[in-house]
Structure formats: structure tokens, C-alpha cells
């Protein structure tokens, strides 16, 4: 396996694709990927950086692997990510890149601005590569307009109000791209409810097999992983479809299939919590307390009175 290379400067990253531009700023630069030296980038280099990226690709003749996952970048594509994620290039060609741009900055360039405390809410940073943000000729133009304003701003004379417009216009480029995964899930709304349909014959078996007695609770992850998606991004799939996070879902099956046990089978309560995948009767009681708003024995009671 190829060595991983750990890029954490901006004047690495430069040197890294052997760019011919120096960089201007040393926490923030934009890359033209057509002007990078692809013949230096070896097939199969496994790259680490150590800032924010966020890059419209439209790649022919190159592929890129991003965790375990290969994604052809056969349209224009937006993609995000966070420091410290890994990718691996593939398949690099001659002129593979063409009309593609990504915007490079370092966390301690927002470190003490108001987008700082965002970054996080930004969950698309985290998302798999097959789950990119494809743009409308507009929502390109819309974005590149802010891509050029943060350009001229970082590489022009810095003066006092430098810093916070770069990082405000930032925030303004982050919050288009939220809006823009929005509308995404909107439009692939039809695609988001054969996913959704298959997370519930996932959650269904799951709690109706011996899974949980064996492995406990299902977790996000294990059901994105189910599906071939990241845990953020079935999150926020299910949140726009339904205005439930992922587990909120697994805690309605949950409940449900607990309210049938508690019903009809003739094991303990302390069995049927552990045969849904809790290690302690007081752990199943408190979260069955918290959804229905009586404890399992008082359920149980309320049902036989009727």
C-alpha cells in the first residue's frame, strides 16, 4: 500500500500539485485544477489534508476513491471535506481536470469568527463522495461569484476587515451549498423514498430477528452502512423527507416492536429489554418512559384495563 500523503500547509498543497502560482495568503487558497501538474500525481496516492475543501469537479478520464467508495466524476460535482479525511487519487490522464476549482482553507483561519461555531451544523462536509452535490448551471454561477469575491479579498492587500470578510463570505459560500443540497433532496425526492423504504425493512428486520439480542441497538452508521451512505447524509435525508433524524426512526421501531413483545409474549420485561438489545432492564424502561410517556409495566396495565 502507498505511503499516505499529509499535507497541513497551504504552501504544501501547492507544491503537492506543483501549481505555478505561489500561494497569497498562508491559511486560504483557490486551486484552478486545470493549471495543476497531474504527470506528479503517482496512480493510487493516498493524500490527507489538514484543512476545508470545496471543490467543483468536472473530471474526464480520472476517478477518485474517498473512504472505500470510487466516484465517477462524469458531471460537474460539488465536494466537501473536512481536515483529516482521506482520498485517493485514481486513474489520473492528461488533462483529466477541466472547469474545476476548489477553494483550500486552514480551520485557524475561522478559528475566531462566528462561522468557527457552524462548521459543524455544515454536515456535508462529512458526506461520501457518491452522495456529491450536483449543481445547476445557475447554482455554479452563483457560487463562483462567491468564489471570486473570497479570492479577491484574500489575494489582495490585507487590511483590518480582511479577516472577518473572508471568513463571512465563507459562511455565505456554505450556506449556498446547504441550501443547494436542500433542493437536492427535493428533487430527488422520489429516489430519497426508495431509500427511506428500504431503512424501514432494515429497521423492521432488524428488530424482528435476534440482531439487537446479539449485537444490540442498530446505530445510524450500521443502518447508512446498509444502504451505502454516510450516517450524516441519511440524517439529513430523512430529516427533509420526514422531519425525523435517523434516530428518532430507529426509536419508533423500537418502541413499536416493544409495545408488541410487552403484549404478547410471555417473557420478563428484563428479557423482552434484552431481546431488544439493552444490557439493563432500567436503560429499556427509561427510553420506553421517555416515547410513550408511561413506563413498560404501566403500558402493559393501561392495555389490559381497556
Known amino acids: 500500500m502507498d505511503k499516505t500523503v499529509k499535507i497541513n500547509s497551504i504552501n504544501k498543497l501547492h507544491e503537492f500539485y506543483q501549481y505555478p502560482e505561489k500561494p497569497t495568503h ?137 479577516h472577518d470578510l473572508i471568513a ?11 441550501r443547494y443540497y436542500g433542493r437536492q433532496f427535493i428533487t430527488r425526492s422520489h429516489h430519497s423514498k426508495g431509500i427511506i423504504a428500504r431503512f424501514e425493512e432494515i429497521l423492521t428486520h432488524y428488530f424482528e430477528s435476534d440482531q439487537a439480542k446479539i449485537n444490540g441497538l442498530p446505530s445510524v452508521k450500521y443502518c447508512a452502512e ?18 425525523k433524524s435517523a434516530i428518532e426512526h430507529i426509536h419508533y421501531y423500537l418502541i413499536e416492536r416493544a409495545k408488541s413483545l410487552l403484549l404478547n409474549s410471555t417473557d420478563s420485561i428484563s428479557g423482552i429489554a434484552y431481546h431488544l438489545g439493552f444490557e439493563q432492564r432500567q436503560s429499556f424502561t427509561k427510553l420506553f418512559k421517555k416515547k410513550t410517556g408511561m413506563s413498560p409495566k404501566a403500558y402493559i396495565n393501561s392495555v389490559s384495563s381497556n
Not at 446498509?226 to 422531519?243: A, F, I, P, R, V
Request: contains cysteine.
Open 26 to 162: 498562508p491559511l486560504i487558497t483557490l486551486i484552478d485544477f486545470s493549471k495543476i501538474n497531474l504527470q506528479a500525481i503517482k496512480s493510487g496516492t493516498r493524500k490527507v489534508f489538514g484543512f476545508y475543501s470545496v471543490a467543483l469537479k468536472r473530471v474526464k478520464g480520472a476517478g477518485v476513491i474517498y473512504g472505500r467508495k470510487d466516484y465517477d466524476f462524469s458531471e460537474a460535482s460539488l465536494l466537501c471535506m473536512a481536515p483529516e479525511q482521506l482520498s485517493i487519487v485514481t486513474d489520473i490522464e492528461k488533462d483529466a481536470f477541466i472547469d474545476s476549482w476548489g477553494l483550500f482553507f486552514h480551520p485557524e483561519l475561522i478559528r475566531t469568527s462566528p462561522v468557527n461555531t457552524k462548521i459543524k451544523e455544515y454536515t456535508f462536509f462529512s458526506y461520501n463522495m457518491n452522495e456529491a452535490l450536483h449543481l445547476s448551471n445557475k447554482e455554479k454561477n452563483t457560487l463562483y461569484a462567491v468564489i471570486q469575491t473570497i479570492h479577491e479579498e484574500f489575494s489582495s492587500k490585507l487590511d483590518h476587515y480582511s
Open 168 to 178: 463571512s463570505n465563507i459562511e455565505v459560500l456554505l450556506n449556498y451549498c446547504n
Open 226 to 243: 446498509q444502504l451505502h451512505l454516510s450516517s450524516n447524509y441519511l440524517g439529513d435525508l430523512l430529516k427533509q423527507e420526514t422531519g
